[in-house]
């Protein structure tokens, strides 16, 4: 018997994905190893994308607002869809719930969602309810569509293309490490205040309620620009990363000083003793987009403040780096998900 | 604050239902409500259904394999695709694991659910992975079409409408009960041997590895015949039943002596002191079709043996009864959903 934490996440889906046989319908264009699957729609691709949240694990009700909640697993799975330049279109919510919900928290956990729905334009369709006897359990899946021209795929990036994000990176982490930090205090002395002053405020909102980046899929239309690979940041700016350049065959060389850090990430890092960088690559749930474009068409976008180039492209998949101003080169590893929970 | 308990399921679902708003995009035809929410893809209807199915509430391994499990947690999906005349196209199957499954059991999983992959022509197109803290989380979520003039709804039902019920009801409660009791007799003593001879083998065969009724579509199809109404009977006959009724504004009188139930079934039925009828009316995970046609189009049905007439709608939405042979009538009730687990 093989420990599920010995091949990991990742090891996991590959696993699953080695074993699943090739489509038996024409219609289906790609299934495991994006963000969302791609059928043929006719005049568009069709998307399709799911995401589970577990109580105890991606979040923690003790600081975690239903409504905001609510609002957050729409926005991750809406991320899925803008990640293959798509927009949503509908959604089914499946929730497990155990007895300790009274109705006024699904309540709450659905004005969530329906705030979600209302901002990226999405229509609630369906899902299903059910009991658990062990929390909260939310799983949402996503359809949305992209015109077949634009579509894009992690693995057809190419040497030389920039490496663009979207926003800046490493907030939702050090907005999680404030949120625990204050969930002890309050466990050692439930008398004392939070201590989540407006110099934090961005942090808390990128943990609690992030936004997909629907925006970004629409400028980027509107600038007529398609981009040659792109995926959401979930797992950290390293993970995904390296899928691009794993699935394009590609290396890239990533200039530390120019990943955007927002101040109070900056801030809270050097509180928490932490380097900005390493929870930007290794932080995750920041639900930017990661995205390349060929170099010529980097112009139409060098002065858009909401994007950031932090790199290229190269042909030597053996070389995924992070690089200093002084050019020292380290390479960028992935972390693993989180361990297993006991039960 | 509000006990889940004192709504229920379909109390909940219908206060989901009113909160959501209409939809917003001119492809959403149907939402919630129904077993699969319906778009427009043009020459086709789109479908999407989802399920949960949680370790503890919907299956206990001690007596569930892991590649039936997989099978079920797939054709209880494409059963709603089925359901609405449709057939299923592509899946995607998020999982939630706590650290006690090793690598094979994900394997055994899978390869249930590759099985029902190859037995309903989908394909399986993505998913989720994550840990849980509370033993194995299931949730599919299942894309099917359907010609749009075959489209079949729960609220399009009429008067005079013959209520047919495919194959035969109460197997997989009955199929239950034997293993619960037979758990139970193993945990007394351990070294007991299982008594689940072949004069059983069909009800556990529908307790754990049920299908979904495709091959009725197809042969709807084959016979030129469209429902004028049709659920999948996941929570058992009455509640199904009483769906359509509601969502039609119909009555119904279903003779109970009509109800197909196979010779295990009224066998088990006598040892656990349960009437068969009792058991397909309320004992559900059946997974057959609960269709009504007009009257003119049961002649092409009456010689299948796979159908059954088992009554017929009424105008008058209240009364919606099972009639014994003598003439009596009783009302006929949906049981409410498992209480909620305690945690």
Known sequence: ?????????????????????????????????????????????????????????????????????????????????????????QITVSIGLSSRFPVEAVDELYEGIRMACEAYNVDLVGGDTTASRS?????????????????????????????????????????????????????????????????????????????????IVHELRDLGIRPTSMID??????????????????????FDENIPVDDQTHLAADEFKISPITAALNGGEDYELLFTVRPQEFDKLSTNARITAIGYLTANPDQVVLATKAGQQTPIRAQGWESLAKS
């Not at 590959?14 to 729609?41: C, L, M, S, Y």
């Not at 009700?61 to 957050?72: E, S």
Request: proline share 5%; net charge negative.
């Open 135 to 215: 929390g909260l359990i939310i799983s949402i899946s996503v359809l949305g569509k992209v015109p077949k021209d634009l579509i894009t795929y992690r693995n057809t990036a190419q040497p030389n293309d920039v490496v663009c994000v979207t926003g800046d990176l490493g907030a939702a982490y050090l907005g999680l490490q404030l949120l625990e930090r204050e969930k002890q205090v309050y466990l050692a002395d439930p008398n004392m205040q939070p201590n989540l002053s407006e110099e934090r405020s961005y942090l808390i909102q990128r943990q609690l309620r992030p936004d997909a980046r629907t925006d």
């Open 233 to 254: 940041i979930s797992d950290g700016l390293a993970s995904e990363l390296l899928h691009i350049c794993r699935q394009s065959g590609t290396g890239a060389v990533i």
């Open 1 to 89: 018997m093989t420990d599920l934490n010995t091949i990991g996440e990742f090891g996991l889906i590959e696993r699953i994905r080695q074993a699943t046989p090739a489509p038996k319908h024409a219609d289906t264009i790609r299934g495991i190893g994006d963000d969302a699957a791609v059928f043929n729609w006719g005049d568009d691709y069709g998307l399709l994308a799911t995401d589970m949240l577990v109580e105890g694990i991606h979040f923690d009700l003790m600081y975690v607002p239903l409504k905001h909640l609510g609002y957050k697993a729409v926005a991750v799975n809406v991320s899925d869809i803008a990640a293959m330049n798509g927009l949503p279109l």
